[in-house]
């Protein structure tokens, strides 16, 4: 009896990989041998970053928001407990828009809960 070598669902379980290494630079997009790892690495970083992702918009609103507060004479966590104090629910991302596109009312918004 013939030895298989691998015929229609083993290509096709290569041609997957192969296709998931599309855009990868010279012979990670083209070896078997080489592009499974390097697809396995890619979509354990894919997992990984788009958690990450959520981390990384916070931290920049809350970076942006603490900015906008210090240009209005206060600091971010006193912003937020007063926000909190007066029973304004803005989130970090909104607030992180009005202090860059609309900076006057996020002056106003603060001159009301820190009087």
Sequence with gaps: MPRAKGGYKT????????????????????VYNIARPRV????????RDR???????RRLWITRVSAAAKLNNTSYS???GNLK????????????????????AFADLVA???K
């Excluded at 958690?51 to 918009?57: A, E, I, N």
Aim: charge should be positive; glycine fraction near 4%; hydrophobic fraction near 35%.
């Design 11 to 30: 290509r096709r379980r290569r041609n997957k990989i192969l296709a998931l290494a599309k855009g990868f630079r010279g012979r990670n997009r083209t």
């Design 40 to 47: 396995e690495r890619a979509l354990c970083y894919a997992y």
């Design 51 to 57: 958690r990450r992702k959520k981390r990384d918009m």
């Design 78 to 80: 006193k912003l937020m």
């Design 85 to 104: 104090k007066h029973g304004i629910e803005l989130n970090r991302k909104s607030l992180s828009e009005m202090a860059i596109n609309a900076p006057a």
């Design 112 to 114: 009301k809960v820190t």
